[in-house]
């Protein structure tokens, strides 16, 4: 299984609700990534996790709130976003570990309007 | 800081000519370079990678890039175009941090 799925595939919400993006792969994956991406740009890093453990925060606002459960599943919780928030959010998974050399296997992505 | 840059915005070619879509990049130590394509509404692909080695790395769907070392590019090709191939396209580095991806082509094959 080489597959990493996202759901929902689409999400409305308004700026006082409260959702949650799900991601799980079944690849035997120690690394997981949350990406921002908006219309015809390239992805930006949000998080990344590492056996479980948060490695990397890129400075985002903590109206996000990442989780990784267990080694196959990652979250991010939502709370209060804003409109500028809405946009793609694509999880990816790898090989953990030191090996720069490793690609990473994106999902299809959550497509995020918040109105 | 690692950093990969994309010249071209668009591409346009026609189906059943050669392709080449351009990537240059900026690392220290050894290019960790990486291509994936998106297609409307989708996630990314993975196409192929360089680490070390032969300068021609092969990917899928027929595509192949070329790494030139004193040209710092790493230009992805493929000999006849097909419509299906049209799409975003970005050339990623790999940085301590995760990937750093360039602004992205798109490519767009006519009949």
């Known amino acids: 299984d080489t597959e990493v799925t996202q759901t929902p595939k689409h999400l409305v919400m308004g700026m006082t609700n409260k959702k949650s993006l799900k991601c799980e792969q079944h690849?035997?994956?120690?690394?997981m990534y949350w990406y921002k991406q908006k219309a015809k740009k390239p992805p930006e890093l949000m998080f990344v996790?590492?056996?479980?453990?948060?490695?990397i925060n890129e400075s985002v606002p903590s109206r996000f709130s990442p989780e990784c459960p267990n080694s196959s599943l990652l979250n991010l919780h939502l709370h209060a976003l804003q409109p500028e928030d809405s946009a793609l959010y694509l999880c990816?998974?790898?090989?953990?570990?030191?090996?720069?050399?490793?690609?990473?296997?994106f999902g299809p992505g959550t497509r995020l309007t918040v109105l | 800081a690692q950093s990969v840059a994309q010249p071209e915005d668009q591409v346009n070619v026609a189906e059943g000519n050669p392709l080449t879509v351009k990537c240059t990049y900026s690392?220290?130590?050894?290019?960790?370079l990486f291509w994936y394509v998106q297609y409307p509404n989708r996630g990314l692909q993975f196409l192929l990678k360089?680490?070390?080695?032969?300068?021609l790395v092969k990917g899928s769907y027929g595509f192949e890039a070329e790494f030139n070392k004193s040209q710092t590019s790493f230009h992805l090709k493929k000999p006849s175009a097909l419509v299906s191939d049209s799409a975003l396209y970005f050339c990623?580095?790999?940085?301590?941090?995760?990937?750093?991806f360039g602004q992205g082509t798109e490519l767009s094959v006519k009949p």
């Open positions: 990816a998974s790898s090989q953990a570990g030191d090996r720069g050399y490793n690609e990473q296997f």
């Open positions: 690849m035997g994956h120690r690394a």
């Open positions: 996790y590492s056996y479980e453990k948060l490695s």
């Open positions: 690392v220290s130590g050894n290019p960790y």
């Open positions: 360089y680490i070390t080695g032969d300068n």
């Open positions: 990623a580095v790999r940085d301590p941090r995760g990937l750093i």
